[in-house]
């Protein structure tokens, strides 16, 4: 195993793997990989990294092990066939899954006698390896401090949110609550604006400035919502309905999928049907919230 804080282990090597295992390069650290397919693993070979031929040998040459997988099943996966290297290593998993899998996860790893630190990268892979990405890490403190700076180089911001090996992810899940469904919302648009013969540049400025709005709104919102307030003085539960029922019908008449515009429309119906029309649309916090017990997973 090497001592030196200038080398480190990368196993997953999709698209982020990759990215990961490449920034560590530039920056002059000795590489070892594995990957299920060890083909992804070519380009980086080339350029000077080490491919290992099981996962315990890659485990076993670095103390650092960086996780890039696709979630925490695979994990089990990968490190059931290498229990015997794990012990002394510090394992990053930067691969997104749940909170709870997360915890268990990390309980996992250190019966075996490793060290789990959790990450959520909030970054694509063409920002690694930059000083604007940026991660969120939870997990003993020491071994964040003590590897603080080769997670840098994957990430120029850090994030250290505690000790409780669930936080790194619960701020990644929050963070995928909003993007992957404000995408949606914009491929809604740009599907609408097809079906109209407008491309997707046509919308792209309108569409980054309604994104760079959001801002406001939600510097605006968050505050009332912590008090509790959620009066109607600037807009109406029963005035986004109906907005929302022209959205979904102006799709519908392009002959547009309606399915993303109905389920927001759903939300708004079910806050107007609990008696809240004529409170602020962040009623709907409240409603969505006491309908844990009704939703299916
Ligand atoms: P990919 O799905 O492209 O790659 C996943 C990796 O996991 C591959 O190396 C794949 O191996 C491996 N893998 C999947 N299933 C198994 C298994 N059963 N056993 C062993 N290995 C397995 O994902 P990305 O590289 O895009 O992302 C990696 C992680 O980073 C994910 O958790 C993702 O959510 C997160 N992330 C991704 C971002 C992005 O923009 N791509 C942004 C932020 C976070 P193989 O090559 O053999 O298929």
């Known amino acids: 195993m090497s001592s030196t804080a200038q080398s480190v282990t990368v196993i997953g090597l999709g698209p982020m793997g990759q990215a990961m295992a490449a920034a560590y390069l530039d920056r002059g650290y000795r590489v070892t990989l594995w990957n299920r397919t060890p083909s992804r693993a070519d380009a980086l070979v080339e350029r000077g990294a080490t491919l290992a031929e099981t996962p315990e040998q890659a485990i076993s040459a670095n103390e650092l092990v960086v996780l890039s997988l696709i979630d925490y099943d695979a994990m089990y996966g990968v490190l059931d ?63 964040y401090d003590k590897h ?52 997707a540049a046509e919308i792209a400025p309108y569409a980054a400035e309604n994104f760079a709005g959001m801002g406001h709104f939600i510097d ?61 649309f962040s009623r709907a916090v409240e409603v969505m919230r006491k309908g844990a017990s009704t939703t299916t997973v």
């Open 81 to 143: 066939r290498a229990k015997d290297a794990v012990t002394g290593r510090v394992f990053v998993n930067l691969s997104s899954d749940t909170p709870e899998k997360a915890r268990a996860g990390a309980r996992w790893v250190t019966e075996l006698g490793g060290t789990h630190l959790t990450g959520g990268v909030l970054s694509p892979p063409p920002l690694i390896g930059t000083p604007d990405a940026s991660t969120f890490y939870s997990g003993p403190r020491d071994a």
């Open 148 to 199: 603080r700076a080769a997670l840098e180089v994957i990430t120029g911001t850090s994030d250290y949110r505690g000790e409780d090996p669930g936080l790194a992810a619960l701020m990644y899940q929050l963070n995928m609550v909003i993007f992957w469904p404000a995408m949606i919302a914009y491929w809604q648009a740009v599907a609408v604006a097809a079906a109209h013969g407008i491309t």
């Open 220 to 280: 605006f919102y968050a505050p009332r919502i912590d008090a509790g307030n959620h009066a109607g003085d600037v807009d109406r539960t029963s005035m986004g309905l109906a907005s929302m029922e022209h959205v979904v019908h102006t799709a519908a008449d392009a002959g547009v999928d309606t399915a993303f515009p109905e389920a927001v429309r759903e939300i708004f119906r079910r806050v107007v049907d609990a008696g809240h029309g004529a409170d602020s």
